[in-house]
């Protein structure tokens, strides 16, 4: 099983004047069974693959459909456990999965004070922040319609706003800006500049990468690895 810490003073040595990553993520080994007997099989999905983030820094994970990205992305988190390796993360974490993770009776205001409270937010912190997240994507006009009644779209950008609520000093995207229309894609990558400009990091997981000049470097999953694109 994979190891992960969330506190990396010991996992992560630096020198004088180093660059300490807020995660790294080295031999990371993850393997599914499938179908059924008599013709059950392992197959390999992640086979040692490595993944090191630094402060400031926006970087794209891209693949094939299948290749990984998403099982990397959920063991980093620690959703999922890994066969093998370990993740070493600092500070504090924001997750937005490709599939919300909402709670269909609950108000998206309601979402908000939850996720507060298990952030351990003040309550006037955590409306300060939801507020600025409204404004931000453009759906304060949403704060009391429940979950089951969002759009796509809607679900798309409470999800996102869940993961950035507290401020997070890793922030980790899988697929954030389906069902986005072009103005909110674009506001996106305005919240994802801002975040790079005070020293905040974002790992963003797409089939294919459109806007290559807005990351810092994108990282391939190719055969259970990863690679410099």
């Known amino acids: 099983m994979a190891t992960i810490l969330t506190t990396a003073s010991a996992a992560i040595p630096a020198g004088v004047g180093a660059v300490v990553p807020v995660l790294q993520a080295s031999g990371i080994t993850k393997s599914y069974r499938r ?3 008599p013709r059950r099989h392992t197959q390999l999905i992640l ?3 490595d993944l090191t983030l630094y402060p400031g820094e926006v970087v794209g994970l891209t693949g094939e459909n299948g290749s990984g990205k998403s099982t990397l992305m959920k063991i980093l988190v620690g959703a999922v456990g890994a066969d093998q390796g370990t993740v070493a993360r ?3 974490l924001g997750y937005c999965p490709q599939e919300p993770l909402v ?3 609950l108000t998206c205001d309601e979402h908000f004070d939850l996720f507060g409270h298990a952030y351990a937010m003040t309550h006037q912190a955590m409306v ?3 507020q600025a997240i409204y404004e931000e994507l453009g759906f304060a006009r949403y704060a009391d319609t429940r979950a089951d009644q969002l759009s796509g779209g809607t679900l798309s950008k409470l999800n996102l706003g869940l993961a950035l609520l507290a401020d997070p000093d890793l922030l980790l995207l899988d697929e954030p800006y ?3 229309d072009w103005d909110t894609y674009q506001k996106f990558w305005g ?5 790079r400009d005070v020293g905040r990091t974002v790992l963003i997981i797409s089939h294919f990468v459109v806007d290559e000049d807005r990351f810092d470097r994108i990282v391939a999953i190719r055969n259970g690895k990863t ?3």
């Open 191 to 195: 919240l994802v500049a801002q975040r």
């Open 128 to 130: 300060q922040s939801r």
């Open 227 to 229: 690679a410099p694109r």
């Open 35 to 37: 179908g059924i007997w």
């Open 90 to 92: 600092t500070g504090r």
């Open 47 to 49: 086979a040692s693959a």
């Open 178 to 180: 389906a069902g986005f």
């Open 103 to 105: 709670y269909a009776r």
